[in-house]
């Protein structure tokens, strides 16, 4: 991975590349290409032993012309304003490629979770919501759970919000506990639509998935997921990684069991029925039918890119091409199916959790799963249709063109003011 790549630039430089193909103006253009505003906060916090510790935090705010912003929050050391301004940047076009009413935003704590007690995270969780609290709301900005975060963190928000405005608001906060407002088939959403995402492209090239062969990079929530119902689809899943290495077997992997072991040591490396260990870069070049990054952005380069050996490659993970990479593959009639179609379905069900604690009324597992599908076939459909009336040189140009049409479209027209 290129320790260079910004993902910010890689974000502004797909949102150019998509421009050149639609007809508006570039005023507008340069307006979707940076957030509305940042937050950038100090959290300190008192630590187990008594001493405290500051922790580097930010929210981005980056365009609300379709509706409230919506994005994750993360906790990883990596964590930087720039990522956060590209992440809160592609969530917008995430949500407008399929669809759904938000705009985008993204949250990130500087801080390796591994490395501090339970109590020690509520902390410095409610820290970070309580300065939040003047910027998040079920009509203004709706966070939801990111890398590191889950469950645990979204209801220890909700609570601190509710406490501090004094009310009851399950919608100002998504991918909760079902207890505390959650929906079902949250958890899975992600990677429900990495799979419905891959099933559709091998429609569209007209082979069938179950069969194939299938490489995940990243073996937590999305890309364990993903793996699972890969599997079910009747496909192999050769080879997983997490950031312990990879574990391969020819003849296919349980992706359950291997899910089962790592959640026992924390780890995919040592799983007994793997017939070998391999690296996450010798993982991302296998010659596979399917590859499905789902770890961290910029994990392929223009390096790896050369070398990349899959037919397909279905983005679990925000960002995960670099725009020198998505050219190779390009040239090598790599067929990529975009983040912000692939990885929608944790926005998507986000939105029927926030849609549902509106209504003050619960949808089945079923109805959700169902509702999932409906809007990723869709989207996929409508990708298609750009990338072939245009003539466009690939598919995340083609999800960017549906995109940006859409954001300029609100933003036409509700006029611009002051």
Not at 362 to 391: C, G, Q
Request: aromatic share 8%; proline share 5%; hydrophobic share 40%.
């Amino acid at each position: 991975m290129s320790d260079e790549a910004n993902p910010f630039e890689s974000l502004q430089e797909q949102i150019d590349d998509a421009a050149a193909f639609l007809d508006v103006p570039g005023d507008v253009v340069t307006r979707l290409k940076s957030p509305e505003r940042v937050l950038e906060a100090t959290l300190t916090v008192e630590m187990d032993d008594g001493r405290l510790e500051g922790f580097q935090a930010f929210r981005s705010q980056f365009n609300g012309d379709r509706g409230p912003y919506k994005g994750g929050i993360r906790y990883h050391p990596n964590v930087s304003r720039d990522e956060v301004k590209a992440l809160s940047g592609w969530m917008v076009y995430k949500c407008a490629v399929v669809d759904i009413p938000y705009g985008g935003g993204k949250g990130g704590i500087v801080i390796d979770p591994r490395e501090y007690s339970e109590s020690e995270l509520e902390r410095v969780t409610r820290a970070f919501a309580k300065e939040l609290r003047p910027f998040i709301g079920p009509d203004r900005d709706i966070p939801a759970p990111d890398v590191n975060t889950g469950q645990r963190e979204m209801n220890w928000i909700k609570d601190t919000y509710e406490k501090l405005e004094n009310t009851t608001a399950p919608g100002v906060i998504t991918g909760k506990s079902l207890d505390n407002g959650g929906s079902e088939g949250r958890v899975e959403a992600t990677g429900r639509s990495v799979m419905l995402a891959a099933r559709e492209a091998f429609a569209y090239l007209d082979r069938d998935l179950s069969g194939a062969t299938v490489a995940v990079q990243g073996y937590g929530n999305a890309g364990s997921v993903a793996a699972k119902l890969l599997e079910d689809q009747g496909a192999s899943v050769v080879a997983v990684s997490d950031s312990s290495g990879a574990v391969f077997h020819p003849e296919g992997l349980d992706a359950r069991a291997v899910k089962e072991f790592k959640r026992e040591t924390g780890a995919v490396t040592g799983y007994a029925d793997a017939e070998e260990e391999l690296s996450n870069e010798e993982l991302l070049t296998m010659d596979v039918d399917l590859l499905v990054p789902a770890a961290l952005e910029n994990a392929i380069d223009a390096e790896i890119a050369s070398h990349l050996e899959a037919d397909v490659v279905v983005e679990a993970a925000n960002g995960p091409i670099t725009p020198e990479a998505d050219d190779i593959l390009a040239s090598k009639d790599v067929m990529v199916v975009p983040d912000i179609l692939a990885n929608a379905g944790g926005v998507t069900v986000s939105y029927f959790e926030w849609v549902q604690n509106r209504q003050r009324f619960a949808w089945t597992e079923a109805r959700v799963n169902d509702e999932l599908e409906r809007v990723i076939v869709d989207a996929f459909d409508r990708l298609v249709d750009a990338f072939e009336e245009k003539e466009l040189p690939n598919f995340r140009t083609a999800a960017y063109v549906v995109a940006i049409q859409r954001v300029a479209d609100a933003f036409g027209g509700a006029g611009s003011w002051p």
